[in-house]
């Protein structure tokens, strides 16, 4: 296996091979000497056209390359023999060779040669000629079962899988089966002749010469990879399955095929994925499976069709077989993993592209999921093409989903109308209709979906000014799923006549019932605010909606969503019927988490007690995480701030509440109810008389907040809402009036902002008294209220000279004397940093002029002296203090 190595002994033997020269010695030595010569020289060429055929190259100009120089050196290794068959040449190499036994020995090593010539010639796609070689080999050794066996091959290969005229025809295809059987008789004792011979007559439908042939392969080697597929192929897994496990038990590197059938066994009949997984993954680590092209009978590995050009991909599919196991056990990543395998091993199948795609939709990787299924819709003759359809309107509908959640609107509106295309394959007037109960309900929950998409996105789709009919255009869209739905009550009914299941009847008419509701909203938010506009539509709607909830409630009771429907199309009508809908969901089933949330909103809406509304809102939070959880559990918050004392806290939790349900989808109702609770935080912190710099940064916070919560929920409901705009042109107002009252500061606002800065600089102090820089920045704050603020207290003056000389006190011993590695026990902090830090000059500057300017102030002691020592230190540290060079001027 050193190729590389043995090719570079090659080489450097044919360098000296051409080196050897005889001088004058004798006629006989040097016919003795060119012998030798043309025989290593002939033995070191085929050794080097055996290595270039057995390289493994992607580049086809490369391997073209390659295959043209093992050519040249095939023939001139044939030349060196035969000139040595021409010449008289010595017969005897020693002593002890005899004649006959070297010129035997010449025969077979130019038959040899005649097989590399015509396999190198085969690689190059230069078949007639390399057929003249395979047959000058068989005439010149006709015993010779290797040549034989190379000829018939030969002509089998070109009659099945080859275009190319002259091979393709019945004279061609008889041609290699006499060609085989001579082989056979040859040697009775191989069993390649016997498998090539069973594929042959496997391709003309005779089966039981066919079993025979293989079977006497098998006898003969119980691993053979072409007589073990073939008889695998004409009895199946379930006969073979003891001629599998002799093949295993050998531990050949070429019994792939027999794991691989014992695991498709596992499958089918046992329906062992976990022991198929094992089974699998042996036969990949076979070579036969692993890389069939470079085994010798490779091609024959699969029955040919005449005229194919597919490749060998029982790779591929044993590798997609083991995803298909991964699968069902629930190990999707590795699944994933093997069908990426399969993929490189150059799988194009259809059915495998709607696996991976599949098992993608599982995982959520709806971008993913719809690359695979277009790959298959693009192949328009597939049978696989409604498999893939339908795969990609799933995907199209959880991507949608998905995008309205986000406030993706408009790529929510184009995953619809996508998913809806893909369906026209099941209603194409042009071709008989494929009427399924699925896809019929998968295409009115794509219209349904539209309900969340804002009514200008639909304008926008169509390329139409915004203007008020932007609704009717959604409500059409919509309808169509209602329409869809019918039909599909229709199919169901006709299909379940004669049977006693109403199930899918009840499923029929509750979608029916929710479609019709979605557009009772809709029609609703069109009339909102307009009563000139009631035309008594929105009452039908909804009494039309509550009767096919009914009717899927007299067929199953027991579906808490007809119910939860039916309360919801009722509320507006008769609001006791309505909870007493949503109690009867709940009793058929406690976690109808869609129950409790409308159960709770109707006792928000309602009279009732706060501690029912609690009980009903803790009830649902022990079902299901959702965001209409939230959302009402901020209504309630909301409905509580007006009867207790403390409302800022109820408000504050009102908004976390809506925070938290916008966390996992931008429901408009919580981005309302944020916007709202903001707002009326804002008002009531402007009515407090307290405007310390807290109340000023969160009552600019909570404008802000509104503002721009309330503008994302215009944009997911519609920009027509009259009522929106009255709101939204107020609250610009309020943010207006707001930004110009901050614009004037007062002399309190400066005040209380310098006394909290204050505060933070006593507070750093406290937690490291031994920090320079922190008594540094308490004098300044303590200066700037003295001077610039008017508002000098007694203690003021001597607390900022305290600062600046405790201050210069620490720069000057950190300078002077570096304290040691370990923190001083007597300092007591621990914050305090184990080694300290270097003391910028500037800051030692600042210390001392500010020493120099406070001592003037203080009427006890002017120290002039002491003040101008201060002020040249200053300078001294830092020239640049403009500070210290004003007080020097003066």
């Known amino acids: 296996g050193f190729l590389e190595k043995a090719r570079t002994l090659y080489s450097k033997a044919l360098d000296e091979i051409s080196k050897m020269n005889f001088g004058n010695k004798d006629k006989d030595d040097i016919d003795y000497g060119k012998s030798i010569k043309l025989l290593l020289k002939s033995h070191c060429l085929s050794g080097l056209v055996r290595i270039m055929l057995s390289q493994n190259e992607s580049d086809p100009m490369v391997l073209e390359k390659i295959y043209e120089q093992a050519e040249a050196d095939s023939k001139e290794s044939l030349e060196s023999l035969c000139s040595l068959q021409k010449t008289n040449c010595p017969t005897n190499l020693h002593y002890w060779t005899k004649s006959d036994s070297f010129q035997t020995a010449l025969d077979f090593q130019i038959c040899v040669t005649h097989q590399l010539v015509a396999e190198s010639l085969i690689r190059s796609c230069k078949f007639r000629e390399a057929e003249d070689f395979l047959k000058q080999a068989v005439l010149g050794s006709a015993s010779n079962y290797d040549a034989s066996f190379s000829l018939g091959a030969f002509w089998l290969r070109m009659s099945l899988y080859s275009n190319e005229s002259p091979f393709n025809t019945p004279e061609a295809i008889k041609k290699a089966q006499v060609q085989l059987l001579k082989t056979a008789k040859l040697n009775t004792r191989k069993p390649d002749p016997f498998s090539l011979l069973g594929v042959w007559y496997e391709f003309h439908n005779d089966s039981k010469r066919a079993a025979g042939c293989y ?46 059938a014992i695991g498709d066994a596992k499958v089918i009949n046992d329906a062992s994925d976990e022991d198929a997984v094992l089974h699998y993954q042996n036969a990949l680590r076979c070579r036969d499976i692993e890389n069939p092209l470079q085994q010798t009978l490779g091609v024959f590995f699969t029955i040919p069709i005449k005229g194919s050009t597919k490749s060998n991909l029982e ?52 971008d993913d999921a719809a690359i695979r299924f277009e790959q298959v819709l693009m192949d328009t003759k597939n049978k696989y093409r409604y498999s893939a359809s339908y795969g990609l309107a799933s995907c199209k509908l959880l991507s949608a989903s998905r995008n309205i959640g986000e406030g993706k609107f408009g790529a929510a509106l184009i995953d619809l109308k996508r998913g809806v295309d893909s369906l026209s394959l099941f209603f194409n007037d042009g071709e008989e209709e494929v009427n399924f109960f699925c896809t019929m309900k998968l295409l009115g929950d794509l219209h349904s979906h539209g309900y969340g998409i804002p009514p200008t996105v639909f304008l926008t789709s169509e390329g139409l000014p915004t203007d008020d009919h932007g609704t009717e255009i959604k409500l059409s869209f919509i309808k169509r799923g209602e329409n869809m739905y019918k039909r599909l009550l229709q199919a169901v009914e006709a299909k379940t006549q004669t049977s006693n299941d109403n199930s899918l009847i009840a499923a029929a008419l509750n979608d029916i019932g929710i479609n019709i509701l979605l557009q009772a909203c809709v029609r609703n938010k069109i009339l909102c605010g307009d009563s000139s506009r009631q035309d008594g539509k929105l009452e039908s709607l909804l009494k039309e909606s509550a009767e096919y909830f009914e009717k899927a409630i007299d067929l199953n009771q027991l579906d808490p969503l007809s119910w939860c429907g039916l309360g919801c199309a009722l509320f507006s009508s008769d609001a006791i019927l309505s909870q007493h809908a949503f109690c009867k969901a709940l009793q058929i089933d406690r976690n109808c988490h869609e129950a409790w949330t409308n159960l709770a ?133 309020e943010r207006d009036c707001h930004e110009d009252a901050n614009t004037i500061i007062t002399d309190d606002d400066m005040y209380h902002v310098g006394r909290m800065a204050l505060h933070n600089a006593q507070r750093k102090i406290h937690e490291n008294p031994d920090d320079g820089e922190g008594w540094l920045e308490l004098a300044k704050m303590t200066i700037f209220l003295i001077t610039e603020m008017k508002h000098q207290e007694p203690q003021s003056l001597s607390l900022a000279i305290s600062a600046i000389e405790r201050a210069k006190y620490i720069f000057n011993n950190n300078v002077l004397h570096a304290p040691m590695f370990k923190p001083n026990s007597s300092s007591g902090s621990y914050n305090r940093s184990v080694v300290s830090k270097p003391v910028p000059a500037e800051k030692l500057s600042e210390v001392h002029a500010l020493s120099s300017w406070i001592k003037t102030l203080s009427p006890q002691d002017p120290a002039s002296t002491i003040c101008n020592h201060d002020l040249q230190r200053s300078l001294l540290l830092d020239p640049e203090n403009i500070f210290s060079r004003e007080r020097f001027k003066e």
Request: overall charge neutral; glycine content about 6%.
């Open 215 to 260: 079977s006497k392969a098998l006898l003969l080697d119980p691993s053979h990879p072409v007589a073990g597929r073939g008889i695998v192929r004409l009895r199946g897994q379930e006969e073979v399955s003891d001629i599998c496990d002799k093949a295993i038990k050998l531990r050949s590197n070429t019994c792939g095929w027999a794991w691989k």
């Open 315 to 366: 790779c591929s599919n044993t590798w997609s077989a083991l995803a298909g196991c991964y699968r069902r056990l629930g190990k999707y990543s590795a699944s994933l993993r093997a069908y990426k395998s399969a993929s490189g091993s150059g799988h194009g199948n259809c059915e495998y592209f709607c696996a991976w795609a599949q098992v993608e939709l599982e995982l959520g990787l709806l």
């Open 601 to 733: 909103l109707t006792y928000i809406d309602g009279e009732a007690k706060i501690s029912h509304v609690e009980e009903v809102i803790d009830g649902l939070t022990q079902v299901a995480d959702s965001p209409l959880m939230w959302i009402a559990r901020g209504l309630l918050f909301e409905k509580k701030s007006t009867d207790t004392i403390n409302c800022e806290a109820m408000l504050q939790n009102a908004s976390d509440s809506y925070r938290a349900s916008l966390q996992t989808n931008r429901h408009p109702v919580a981005l309302l109810g944020l916007s709202m609770t903001c707002r009326r935080l804002d008002l009531r912190m402007d009515s407090l008389k307290s405007r310390d710099a807290y109340t000023l940064a969160a009552t600019e916070i909570a404008i802000k907040e509104s503002f721009a919560n309330f503008k994302l929920f215009l944009d997911a409901t519609s920009a027509n809402d009259a009522d929106g705009k009255i709101l939204h042109d107020t609250m610009e107002m």
